[in-house]
């Protein structure tokens, strides 16, 4: 990590239906003071439609946010969002070691005048808290104890596999130990890489909510009154379908948060910008967990 | 040609191995070339050269034909040199006359086209043409063997290896790094498919090893260097200290009995952790010899020095002193057999089994422990939660056939996990689940071992389980081990709830595989396991004269054809003892001293230390009956005063000119 710090790309979602996960990282990252600049002029990672239909596109639109970074003097691009984290971090394997992709890459960002980037790293949140600030420099900086009870944490598919520069792709466990370490115990949760449901949940509903309820069902029965995810694509979907399953009788509502909303919160962040009131689900025990008295109640 | 053997006639025999090189080199034409070659009297080429009649037809033709030089152009000299310098030598030619030239490995098998490959049988025929017009008449020289054997590892294979050697009088010395003999065996509960106990098999050969005359036994011992060459190993052994003298040990096991711990408290290596030991203990109660290890990483005396010392009070023989230290011994043998047995692949390192996460998942080695009756539970099959199984998942493979661990099957996994399946079930009469990739049931009486658990009730079912997980799809599967399979025979994914899980771990050569590799000079394939000289022809030998395999080391292997391989080691080895003496290869260096400079180069450089320095003279020095005739020292001697027997710069350079002037 260089003094600069970071740089930032927020991807799609960050600016969407993942708002509070870019909220409670830039409060987090401000708490722990790594500062970050965000790429300029970034435009789509290129994943999931890209990627499965056309995956020279796709590398293309990935290559042309690296170029960017390469270009702003930041050689480690952090991407929060586990579809770019892994799009981008592809995009530099596949150039690396396709000549033909490497040749189309170049062609492409020759063609928009921009340069072939090298030395450029992908870095995801987790593994930068993890390696560059560490369990013992977190659990030191922890000031508020955590009331929400066990935490079930759940990684998804794309952050640790292929690659494992995040986490290991058989029981990953960084993020269980960052919880740990700011005082919130997790349970052994044998879901935590399994599908959310994917982008299945908008075609083929019924399948995709049914893989999400397996997840939730099975966090409630091990213990847990929190999911904390890193991804924004698995907290929508396990955030979203709860009241539908709810009306099919099924009794569920739990939180699930961004592991930087747990952490911005134990390290002191502000309550108001962490996106606390962006979740739909176990709004009750959010605002139990999280009201403060040296901070008004977010609602 | 200038030669010191008058008219130089030579003969040339192009072999056709059938079609394997005469299906890419034109062997007639290659002979039809040689016959052009300056000195050569014949040149043929034949369908079989090594068989009968091929030998007798290059016998005859020495006579004939008065042939004083002989070119085989066929296969590898590692298979057929031997066989060639026998016909020459029928035909009445000194051996060393004749030459081989390899148109088979080094040509035809690694070339597709016709044309290039028979100009390179011509290049290498004219090569060797040029070359054995040079070659001198030499004497086989020949080295006694010592009668004693090394057996490296005290399992079941060195065990049977010993006691074969021992009961035909031969002095043998038994090293087993363990506190006891008995290896893996002595682990195991049952043996498949007969079902007869391990211990009470394995138990009356380990006495018998201690009780024999001819074995001398070093147990906690390993071998530090070995030296020399067949016939004569100096092999140098350090005796790791008990910290309790054998020789005043009665073996009554007081000292464990008042050891200031009053409960065992440490992992138990033989019993997998699944039992406690104290920091003096005997690893099971039949361990050869009785004598107790006293463990210094766990003994207060050592940790701080500051124990009340019972087990000395304790000891009627006053054998217990914690100032021993570890002994080395020299001693001298003729042949060894090296029998250091596999490692059980480590089960964590397929995280999606659950193995070191789930309490409830157990390696089959556990397993062996736990139906023990001598076992941690007394055969009593409770898992660590306390409660006995009403359901046994067996996974098989685990660490074999797999991609991203190990490749190999490991040959004893289908028939022990099936011994398993029906001790378990007879123990707990829970339903058991072998989950299987393929069932491998080819030796004696394992089919019908393998009916007779179908007809036990068993479950099989094909397919690799993908995990093994708690995660409770449904009430029924609560509090239980998910395995989560595709059946491959009902074409569907399946979620078989358990309360025990098997891993049936595979065999892997041991971690310091390629460090014992190195000490004995023989060679590993790439996996780690130990490689024999042949195959199918020289299973037992290695390629170092007078070191032989046998059991596990070699690769996976199951109890009988682990015994029937220390028996044909033990064979190998006495057949060289009783022969008393070796014939040497003569392609040895030496020295011309009116060139020797005496700058010992050439000293240090011998793997084999058969250079030594006359001093008086300031000559280097060679002896023949140690070099092995690598040809290091000829290669790095600055003067050229170091020549090789064979190899002599004369019939290197002829060869050099000759494969050169075919073009």
């Not at chain 1, 593994?127 to 009870?149: M, P, S």
């Not at chain 2, 597709?112 to 490959?117: I, V």
């Not at chain 2, 996990?417 to 707990?428: G, I, N, P, R, V």
Request: charged share 25%; glycine share 8%; hydrophobic share 40%.
């Amino acid at each position: 990590m260089s003094a600069n710090g970071f740089l930032y790309f927020p991807g799609c979602s960050l600016r969407a239906t993942g708002a509070a996960y870019e909220e409670s990282l830039l409060e987090l990252f401000r708490v722990l003071a790594i500062p970050l600049t965000e790429l300029d002029d970034w435009n789509c990672c290129g994943a999931t439609s890209y990627m499965a239909v056309d995956e020279g596109s796709a590398f293309l639109l990935s290559s042309r946010n690296l170029s960017i970074a390469a270009e702003m003097g930041g050689h480690e691009i952090m991407a929060p969002c586990a579809a770019c984290y892994l799009v981008l971090r592809k995009t530099l394997d596949y150039v690396e070691h396709y000549p033909e992709i490497r040749a189309k890459v170049e062609a492409g960002l020759r063609a928009a005048e921009l340069k072939a980037f090298t030395g450029v790293k992908v870095r995801h949140p987790l593994e930068i808290l993890y390696n560059e600030v560490g369990v013992k420099a977190l659990k030191q900086k922890t000031t508020r104890k955590w009331k929400g009870g066990k935490i079930a944490c759940y990684y998804g598919c794309q952050a640790v596999r292929p690659y494992d520069e995040v986490d290991r792709p058989h029981n990953p466990m960084r993020m269980d130990e960052l919880m740990n370490a700011a005082g919130a115990p997790t349970i052994d949760y044998a879901l935590k890489t399994k599908c959310c449901g994917g982008s299945l949940t908008g075609t083929i509903h019924e399948v995709g909510v049914n893989l999400n309820e397996i997840l939730l069902r099975e966090a409630v029965r091990k213990g847990a009154g929190c999911i904390v995810t890193i991804c924004p694509l698995c907290q929508f979907n396990l955030d979203t379908y709860q009241g539908e399953m709810r009306a099919r009788g099924v009794a569920i509502d739990i939180p699930v948060l961004y592991f930087t909303q747990v952490l911005a919160w134990a390290l002191g962040g502000d309550i108001g910008k962490i996106g606390l009131k962006r979740s739909i689900s176990g709004r009750a025990a959010i605002e139990k967990w999280f009201s403060s008295e040296e901070a008004p109640a977010y609602a | 040609m200038p030669d010191q053997n008058g008219s130089v006639r030579i003969g040339v025999y192009v072999c056709h191995c059938g079609s394997n090189i005469a299906g890419i080199v034109d062997c007639k034409a290659v002979a039809d070339y040689a016959a052009g070659l300056a000195h050569v009297a014949v040149a043929r080429d034949y369908k079989y050269m090594c068989s009968e009649p091929g030998q007798e037809l290059l016998a005859k033709d020495i006579q004939e034909h008065k042939l004083n030089r002989i070119v085989v152009a066929s296969c590898s000299p590692h298979l057929h040199e031997h066989t060639f310098r026998e016909a020459v030598l029928k035909g009445g030619l000194n051996p060393f006359f004749m030459h081989m030239v390899n148109i088979r490995e080094h040509d035809s098998w690694v070339h597709l086209n016709h044309d290039p490959a028979t100009g390179k049988a011509k290049n290498l025929v004219s090569g060797a043409v040029r070359r054995v017009a040079r070659q001198r008449a030499l004497e086989k020289g020949s080295v006694d063997i010592h009668p004693d054997v090394l057996v490296v590892g005290g399992g079941i294979a060195g065990i049977h290896a010993a006691l074969t050697l021992a009961n035909a009088g031969k002095k043998v010395y038994l090293v087993e790094r363990q506190p006891t003999i008995g290896g893996h065996m002595a682990q195991f509960d049952k043996t498949f498919p007969t079902l007869d106990c391990a211990a009470c098999i394995l138990t009356p050969k380990m006495s018998q090893v201690k009780a024999h005359k001819n074995i001398t036994l070093w147990t906690y011992s390993d071998v530090q260097k070995v030296d020399g060459y067949v016939g004569n190993y100096s092999v140098k052994v350090r005796k790791r200290t008990r910290y309790i003298r054998e020789d005043l040990c009665s073996g009554c096991q007081q000292c464990i009995e008042e050891c200031v711990y009053k409960q065992p408290k440490f992992y138990d290596e033989f019993n997998q952790g699944l039992g406690k030991r104290k920091p003096v203990y005997l690893p099971f109660p039949q361990a050869i010899p009785q004598t107790p290890v006293i463990d210094p990483e766990t003994c207060i005396m050592f940790k701080s020095g500051k124990c009340k010392k019972t087990c000395v009070e304790a000891c009627e023989r006053g054998a217990i002193d914690f100032e021993l230290k570890d002994e080395e011994v020299d001693i001298k043998v003729g042949t060894i057999i090296v029998a250091t047995g596999f490692k059980a692949f480590d089960a964590a390192r397929v995280p999606y089994y659950g193995y070191g996460h789930y309490p409830n998942v157990y390696t089959s080695l556990e397993i062996e422990r736990l139906v023990n009756a001598s076992g941690p539970t007394s055969g009593h099959v409770v898992m660590r939660d306390g409660k006995e199984p009403k359901s046994v998942g067996i996974i098989h493979c685990v660490g074999s056939r797999d991609e991203n661990t190990n490749r190999w099957c490991s040959r004893v996994c289908c028939m022990y996990s099936l011994k398993l399946a029906h001790l378990l079930k007879e123990h707990t009469g829970a339903e058991v689940f072998n989950f299987y990739i393929d069932m491998r049931t080819p030796g004696k009486g394992f089919e019908e071992f393998y009916q007779r658990l179908l007809k036990e009730g068993v479950h099989f079912i094909r397919g690799r389980v993908a995990e093994v997980t708690d995660w409770a799809y449904d009430p029924s599967e609560e509090g239980k081990l998910v395995l989560r399979v595709e059946d491959t025979l009902l074409g569907m994914v399946r979620r078989i709830p358990v309360d025990m899980v098997v891993l049936s771990v595979g065999l892997e050569p041991h971690k310091d595989a390629q460090e014992v590799r190195r000490l004995f000079n023989i060679t590993c394939a790439n996996e780690g396991w130990f490689l024999e000289r042949h195959p199918k022809l020289a299973p037992v030998n290695t390629f170092t004269d007078g070191i032989f395999l046998a059991g596990a080391c070699q690769g996976p292997k199951d109890i009988p054809d682990t015994v029937a391989q220390a028996g044909a080691a033990a064979a190998e080895a006495l057949a060289l003892i009783d022969a008393g003496c070796i014939e040497q290869e003569p392609n040895t260096a030496y020295v011309i001293e009116e060139h020797c400079s005496g700058c010992k180069t050439c000293v240090p450089l011998c793997p084999f230390g058969a250079i030594s320095f006359k001093s008086e003279v300031n000559k280097a020095e060679v002896n023949a009956a140690l070099c092995k005739g690598c040809g290091t020292c000829v290669a790095a001697c600055p003067s050229g005063s170091l020549q090789q027997h064979l190899f002599e710069d004369d019939e290197i350079f002829e060869e050099i000119e000759g494969v050169l002037a075919y073009v």
